[in-house]
């Protein structure tokens, strides 16, 4: 079946360090790649996301690219601000999964000032 | 903002009562989920519904029952409640924007069984 695969946490960065939290995932298809942030007490929210192979997502300084030799999906971020703290997940879209989103463990990022 | 919205957002229940768990959105998606959430698991998903009346199993299905009567509201009921299954629930939709499969969630109930 298919699986996302984290790098453990929790992460502690000091503002304006660069960010790096690998993703590796299995899948059966060709999946669509996210990440998702999920903000202390709220719900999980998209982040970025990538449909096919070398396609790079992008939001809020955040990239990710979609490395289908390495199955690899790993976030990135130049420059992280104490806001960016939070916890991040990877996920997939399996086309024949009727919609059903796998999900890595997450990842807690803390950002100290 | 899908127009999700969990309740209760908190709960304390006694081992072997039985919990419903309720999911409202506004805006007639067709595919709902629910997930639960643990430290070191992520997210998994418990049981998913693709219309009225026609729910099926997720990964992690012991113990809970679903139902979704009307586009708007799919149930989690949990029979007997138990102490592994303090969690956090998360309800969620799918649409698709662009052929590209979105999730959107809802905030959270935390349930906690004593």
């Known amino acids: 079946g298919d699986s996302v695969t984290q790098m453990e946490g929790p992460v502690t960065l000091s503002e304006e360090a660069f960010l790096t939290i690998n993703c590796t995932y299995t899948?059966?298809?060709?999946?669509?790649l996210f990440w998702y942030v999920q903000y202390p007490g709220e719900g999980l929210q998209l982040l970025l996301k990538?449909?096919?192979?070398?396609d790079k997502g992008s939001n809020k300084g955040f990239e990710a690219t979609y490395r289908k030799e390495t199955t690899s999906f790993h976030l990135e971020k130049g420059s992280v601000q104490v806001s960016d703290s939070a916890v991040y997940f990877c996920?997939?879209?399996?086309?024949?999964?009727?919609?059903?989103?796998?999900f890595g463990s997450g990842t807690q990022l803390t950002v100290l000032p | 903002d899908a127009g999700i919205t969990q309740s209760p957002r908190h709960k304390v229940t006694e081992t072997g009562t039985p919990v419903t768990l309720r999911c409202h959105q506004t805006?007639?998606?067709?595919?709902m989920y629910w997930y639960r959430q643990d430290p070191g698991h992520g997210l998994r998903l418990i049981h998913y519904?693709?219309?009225?009346?026609?729910?099926d199993k997720g990964e992690v299905s012991d113990g809970y029952s679903v139902s979704r009567s009307k586009t708007e509201d799919f149930l989690l009921t949990l029979e007997s409640a138990t102490s592994s299954q303090t969690s956090v629930y998360f309800c969620?939709?799918?649409?698709?924007?662009?052929?590209?499969?979105?999730?959107?969630f809802g905030q959270g109930t935390r349930l906690t069984v004593v």
């Open positions: 969620a939709i799918s649409e698709k924007q662009q052929g590209v499969t979105e999730a959107f």
């Open positions: 899948a059966t298809g060709y999946p669509s």
């Open positions: 990538a449909t096919k192979a070398d």
């Open positions: 996920a997939l879209v399996d086309p024949g999964s009727a919609r059903q989103l796998t």
């Open positions: 805006e007639n998606h067709r595919y």
């Open positions: 519904s693709y219309g009225v009346k026609d729910t």
